[in-house]
């Protein structure tokens, strides 16, 4: 008799333990599915508002109709919303995301600076301002996909 009541209860315990293990590895592979689909979203948004502002800064370096001061104005507008980005990024990724990304945010700040200061398109120091910025945007991005393991999801 004890010996089928011993056996019962290390059966439930075996069960109970095994469906808690089992339980706790979903929960931890779901969180980190979580937190890989939240940094795609914030690497995703923070590269397409750079991006974007860096086109559009060179949009308005092309403008031969616009005066100086309209053209610090509205360098500066366009630039505005890539601070909310900048934040996200530093809180939730990693230093070693976080450091190139920041080279990314100030090459572009340093090319809407010149932009409205009166870099024109044809002007000489352009190339300068806009191998900057691409060079840090590669610098990024692989800072990111190694965060994401992105190259190592495709081998697999």
């Known amino acids: 008799m004890w010996t ?7 059966g439930a315990f075996i069960a ?8 706790s590895w979903r929960d931890k592979r779901a969180s980190v599915a979580e937190w890989r689909q939240a940094r795609r979203e ?22 031969d109709q616009m005066a100086d001061q309209e053209r610090a104005v509205a360098a500066r507008s366009l630039f505005a919303g890539c601070y909310e980005q900048r934040y996200q990024l530093e ?13 990314y945010f100030r090459s572009v700040r340093r090319l809407r600076d010149a932009v409205g200061r009166g870099l024109r398109w044809e002007d000489t120091e352009r190339p300068t301002h806009n191998d900057a910025v691409v060079h840090a945007l590669h610098a990024t991005r692989e800072a990111m ?12």
């Open 16 to 23: 109970t333990g095994s469906s808690l293990l089992i339980e």
């Open 145 to 156: 996909r190694t965060d994401m393991k992105t190259d190592a999801m495709h081998t697999e």
């Open 91 to 103: 809180v939730f990724a990693p230093r070693s995301v976080v450091e190139p990304a920041l080279d």
């Open 42 to 63: 914030l690497y995703g948004l923070f590269l397409t508002e750079l991006t974007k502002a860096r086109g559009e800064l060179w949009t308005i370096s092309r403008d």
């Open 4 to 10: 089928t009541l011993a056996a019962t209860l290390l």
